[in-house]
T-cell receptor
Framework: DSGVTQTPKHLITATGQRVTLRCSPR?????VYWYQQSLDQGLQFLIQ???????AKGNILERFSAQQFPDLHSELNLSSLELGDSALYFC?????????????FGPGTRLTVT | GENVEQHPSTLSVQEGDSAVIKCTYS??????FPWYKQELGKRPQLIID?????GEKKDQRIAVTLNKTAKHFSLHITETQPEDSAVYFCAASNSGGGADGLTFGKGTHLIIQP
């Protein structure tokens, strides 16, 4: 157990809908990263928040957004969902702002868009 | 941006033998190289990492080597055991070039034959 929690574990929704994925980092960690894992694209970095502020953006679509709250939990919002958004979504947390701090992954949320 | 190539995609070894997985990266400024192990349906788990100021790091049966000149790094697992069967991902990041997440390789499916 990494200490990072994610909810829900599974999510099934229809195209065009909007969903919110939640992540709570390990105690003491200030950074939250979001990654998408799919068979064709592999593990891809989406976005990072550090202590409530957006710090880095990766391959995140405009239909996706995220935020980090004062208690450091983070939410990833996915809207206008398409079939191709079906994937495993992981968050990871680390203590520092830079990407060379060890990142610990949560159990993931499996999103299925039908 | 950074690009990480990982080989082989599948590796089958006899129990007790050694396994080597290789990765190359494109950004010469990358300075942090973690390795993750992912079992089926589970989260990626950090198993070892190396920073650019170090050429080799070892932790029991696992070792990682880094060749900055050639821009490649490798994971070595000795005395393989059935529980080593999993998908292994290498990753790279440049923490000094501004904010960024990890760039992952496509993964190596390691199969330990009894």
């Amino acid at each position: 157990d990494s200490g990072v929690t994610q909810t829900p574990k599974h999510l099934i929704t229809a195209t065009g809908q909007r969903v919110t994925l939640r992540c709570s980092p390990r105690s003491g960690d200030l950074s939250v990263y979001w990654y998408q894992q799919s068979l064709d694209q592999g593990l891809q970095f989406l976005i990072q928040y550090y202590n409530g502020e957006e710090r880095a953006k990766g391959n995140i679509l405009e239909r996706f957004s995220a935020q980090q709250f004062p208690d450091l939990h983070s939410e990833l919002n996915l809207s206008s969902l398409e079939l191709g958004d079906s994937a495993l979504y992981f968050c990871a947390s680390s203590v520092g702002a830079n990407s060379d701090y060890e990142q610990y992954f949560g159990p993931g949320t499996r999103l299925t868009v039908t | 941006g950074e690009n990480v190539e990982q080989h082989p995609s599948t590796l089958s070894v006899q129990e007790g033998d050694s396994a080597v997985i290789k990765c190359t990266y494109s950004d010469s400024a990358s300075n942090y190289f973690p390795w993750y192990k992912q079992e089926l349906g589970k989260r990626p788990q950090l198993i070892i990492d190396i920073r650019s100021n170090v050429g080799e790091k070892k932790d029991q049966r696992i070792a990682v080597t880094l060749n900055k000149t050639a821009k490649h790094f490798s994971l070595h697992i000795t005395e393989t055991q059935p529980e080593d069967s999993a998908v292994y991902f290498c990753a790279a990041s440049n923490s000094g070039g501004g904010a960024d997440g990890l760039t992952f390789g496509k993964g190596t499916h390691l199969i330990i034959q009894p």
